[in-house]
Every structure is written in structure tokens, then in C-alpha cells.
Antibody, heavy 118, light 107 residues
Framework: EVLLGESGGGLVQPGGSLRLSCVASGSSFENYWMSWVRQAPGTGLEWVATIKKDGSEKYYMDSVRGRFTISRDNAKKLLYLQMNSLRAEDTAIYYC?????????????WGQGTMVTV | EIVLTQSPGTLSLSPGERATLSCRASQNVNSNHLAWYQQKPGQAPRPLMFGASIRAAGIPDRFSGSGSGTDFTLTISRLESEDFGVYYCQQYGSSSTFGQGTRLEIK
């Protein structure tokens, strides 16, 4: 199990930028794919982005590709989501989550989430 | 993109009753890569099932999953008070998408 904790959420104007961080505790962060999943207020879940263990592969949902960038620092056990050109429809709780084994997989571990309001 | 449709939207049942939740996919889900989650207010989702029918760690055996192709079911054999919340299905065979959720509430 990996314990995850997000930070960096807040209120931003449309067109603005925000960077989310997620710190992992426990060993083997560098051995895991990592993802961001979001949940708009009162609605369902939406996968946003996934990054490979070494950062060499990245996948994005269509509506954020070109605006959001996922990255990681394995030495610091940190996952990031740089969000640019933010839109009202990006308003959501953003969770960092760990896929079980594959880039698209069940999410075994979740953080508590950080709220982004655009 | 594979669209998942969950039904019913809301299920009102009493403790001890059996709950049956449905998840229908717009296309075949590869290799039965279908998961279920439970979410309670103010909390992150909790994984329940993966591979359509395999319980995640620590999930009691009153939870069971079944189905293949485009039709999947989560069954809770005897509801306990802690089981109430919102349930989501997720397919991860082709990218990753979630259903809109089924709210399981106390009758």
C-alpha cells in the first residue's frame, strides 16, 4: 500500500494555471505507474492522466491534452500535475491514484484529494 | 471511448437485503477489465472488485462481481449499514472510463 497526499488546489480564474503535487509515503514509488483522477462536484469520476514509473510515457484524456502536464520526481516521491489554460469545466476534486500494475488498471490507492475551482 | 451506464441511479434497501447493481458498456470490455468502487461522502473511492469478479484486498465475501463482454453486475448478498454509499464501475481495457454511479441508500 502507498499512502498519498495531494496539495496545491485552490481558486483560479479561467485561463489561469495551477500546479498540483502529490507526495507518496512508503517504499517503491519509483516502481509504480501513477495517475490523476478528478471528480466534479456532485458527479462521477474521470481519469485525467497517467505517467510511467520512469516518466518516459504519459497518457492524457482528450480534453486536457495540450493543457495539462503530468510529471514526477522519484527521488522526492512526488507526482505533479501542471494545469494551464484552465476552464470552468476543470473544476473538480483532483485525486492522485496508483494503478495496480498497468497504465490503465484498477486504482488501488488514492489520496484524499485537493479541490480546484476555476 | 467506452461509455459505461450504471443502473439503477438510486437503490433504496434495508440492512440484510440483497443489492444488485448493473454496469453496461457501450462496447466489449477487453479481458473483463472491469472494476467496482465504493465511495462515501467526503472520502476517496475504495476499490472493491477487479477483473470483473476478483475481490480487492480486505473486501468481505458478501460482495461478488460477475459478467463479461458488455454486461456486468455487482451483488451485495446481505447489506450491512456500512455498505451504503455510491458505487462506481470502471473499465480499464481501453483507456479508462467510469460509470456515473449508483447511490445505495438506507430504506
Amino acid at each position: 500500500e502507498v499512502l498519498l497526499g495531494e496539495s496545491g488546489g485552490g481558486l483560479v480564474q479561467p485561463g489561469g494555471s495551477l500546479r498540483l503535487s502529490c507526495v507518496a509515503s512508503g517504499s517503491s514509488f519509483e516502481n509504480y505507474w501513477m495517475s490523476w483522477v478528478r471528480q466534479a462536484p456532485g458527479t462521477g469520476l474521470e481519469w485525467v492522466a497517467t505517467i510511467k514509473k520512469d516518466g518516459s510515457e504519459k497518457y492524457y484524456m482528450d480534453s486536457v491534452r495540450g493543457r495539462f502536464t503530468i510529471s514526477r520526481d522519484n527521488a522526492k516521491k512526488l507526482l505533479y500535475l501542471q494545469m494551464n489554460s484552465l476552464r470552468a469545466e476543470d473544476t473538480a476534486i483532483y485525486y492522485c491514484a496508483r494503478p495496480q500494475l498497468l497504465p490503465h488498471d484498477i486504482f488501488n490507492d488514492w489520496g484524499q484529494g485537493t479541490m480546484v475551482t476555476v | 471511448e467506452i461509455v459505461l451506464t450504471q443502473s439503477p441511479g438510486t437503490l433504496s434497501l434495508s440492512p440484510g437485503e440483497r443489492a444488485t447493481l448493473s454496469c453496461r458498456a457501450s462496447q466489449n470490455v477487453n479481458s473483463n477489465h472491469l472494476a467496482w468502487y465504493q465511495q462515501k461522502p467526503g472520502q476517496a473511492p475504495r476499490p472493491l472488485m477487479f477483473g470483473a469478479s476478483i475481490r480487492a484486498a480486505g473486501i468481505p465475501d458478501r460482495f461478488s462481481g460477475s459478467g463479461s463482454g458488455t454486461d456486468f453486475t455487482l451483488t451485495i448478498s446481505r447489506l450491512e449499514s456500512e455498505d451504503f454509499g455510491v458505487y462506481y464501475c470502471q473499465q480499464y481495457g481501453s483507456s479508462s472510463t467510469f460509470g456515473q454511479g449508483t447511490r445505495l441508500e438506507i430504506k
